[in-house]
C-alpha cells in the first residue's frame, strides 16, 4: 500500500471509530443512513480541511451553473430500461431498430454520492467519493460498487476523475465487528 493511500485509509477508519464512539445512539437505534453520513462527514471534515466535505453533493458545475451531477454507470435498473427499449423497438419498428436517444438514457443517471471530499465548483480536485451501506440493508452493494468504479475511473465518459473511491459497510447488527471497507482507484477495486 503507497502512503498515500495509507494515509487516507488511517483517516477513514479514525472517522469511523470516532463516529462509533461519539454517535453510538444513532448507529445502535438504526437511524437513516443519511443522519450516519452526515456525522461520518463532519469528522472527515476535521481531517481534511484544505477540501470541503459534503455529503449527496449533486452538482457539477463545470457543465454549467447548477447543472446536476450525471455519472455514465450501467445498474440493474439500467439493465431494465435497457430490455424495455429493446422490446419496445423490436415490437414498434418494422426493422426492430434502436434509436441513439434511446440508448443515451440508459447510461446517464443522476446521482447523490453519500460523502465526497473534493473542492466545490471545479473537477480538478476531488480526492475521495464515499459510498456508505449498513450492513443491515436489504439493497445490493452492486450500484454503490458500480458508481464508485465509474467516478474513480480515468476514462472520457465520466469527468469527475476521483483520485479515490470509498465502499464502506457498517456494522449495525453486531458493532463489535469491523467495518468491510474497499478503495477504488482508476475504475477499480484496489487489493490492500
Known amino acids: 500500500m503507497n502512503a498515500k ?18 454517535d453510538f445512539a444513532l448507529i445502535c437505534n438504526n437511524v437513516s ?16 480541511t484544505e477540501y470541503h466535505v459534503d455529503c449527496e453533493y449533486n452538482r457539477n458545475y463545470e457543465k454549467g451553473r447548477g447543472k446536476p451531477k450525471y455519472l455514465k454507470v450501467i445498474s440493474d435498473d439500467t439493465l431494465r430500461k435497457s430490455k424495455a427499449i429493446i422490446d419496445k423497438a423490436c415490437s414498434n419498428n418494422e426493422n426492430g431498430t434502436i434509436e441513439p436517444d434511446d440508448l443515451e438514457s440508459l447510461t446517464e443517471v443522476s446521482t447523490y454520492p453519500d460523502i465526497i471530499v473534493h473542492q466545490r465548483l471545479t473537477n480538478k480536485k476531488n480526492l475521495i467519493v464515499i459510498e456508505v451501506k449498513k450492513d443491515n440493508s436489504n439493497v445490493s452493494d452492486d450500484t ?49
Open 5 to 22: 493511500l495509507k494515509e487516507l485509509n488511517d483517516i477513514i477508519h479514525s472517522c469511523i471509530e470516532e463516529l462509533y464512539t461519539k
Open 144 to 192: 454503490d460498487i458500480n458508481k464508485l468504479k465509474a467516478f474513480t475511473s480515468c476514462n472520457d465518459e465520466n469527468d469527475y476523475k476521483y483520485d479515490f473511491g470509498v465502499f464502506i459497510r457498517l456494522p449495525i447488527k453486531d458493532p463489535k465487528w469491523e467495518p468491510k471497507i474497499k478503495w477504488f482507484q482508476n475504475g477499480d477495486v484496489l487489493r490492500l
Open 33 to 48: 443512513e443519511r443522519a450516519i453520513t452526515h456525522k461520518l462527514a463532519e469528522y472527515l471534515q476535521k481531517r481534511f
